[in-house]
Structures are given as structure tokens and as C-alpha cells.
């Protein structure tokens, strides 16, 4: 038998945390800034998606977009 159970623990504190966070959803956010300014963590950008759907030429159609090379290789 098991003394210990882990994954029962993380669903038990996963549980109490989301009915906090329920109840008061700024509780998260500024717990989440004190921990960053804490441990001096910079918030992650989001990563902007270009919209190519809005480019269009002068006739109205859509601009092709021309990749250079591979990702990785640069090829």
C-alpha cells in the first residue's frame, strides 16, 4: 500500500486553488505578479500572429507571402 499519494495531492491542491481563483479571479493575477516580482520573472510576450488576411494588393487580392529557406537550415 501506498503512503504517499502524489497525484491525489496535485488534484486535491489543483482543486482548492480553481475554486479560489473562482471566487475571486484579480486573486490569481496579483498573486501571480508578487511571485514574479519575488523570483524576478518576466512576464512572457505573446507571440503576434501576422494577419496576412489583411494584406492585399493594389486589385484586391491577397499578398503571397515568400518564406527564406528552411527554419533551421536557412536553406
Do not use: S
Amino acid at each position: 500500500m501506498k503512503k504517499f499519494d502524489c497525484v491525489k495531492m496535485m488534484r486535491d491542491i489543483r482543486d482548492k486553488m480553481a475554486e479560489r481563483y473562482l471566487k475571486n479571479p484579480e486573486l490569481e493575477l496579483k498573486e501571480l505578479t508578487e511571485i514574479r516580482k519575488k523570483y524576478g520573472v518576466i512576464e512572457a510576450k505573446k507571440k503576434i500572429q501576422p494577419n496576412f488576411r489583411r494584406k492585399k494588393n493594389e486589385e484586391g487580392q491577397p499578398l503571397k507571402v515568400h518564406l527564406k529557406g528552411h527554419a533551421r537550415t536557412g536553406r
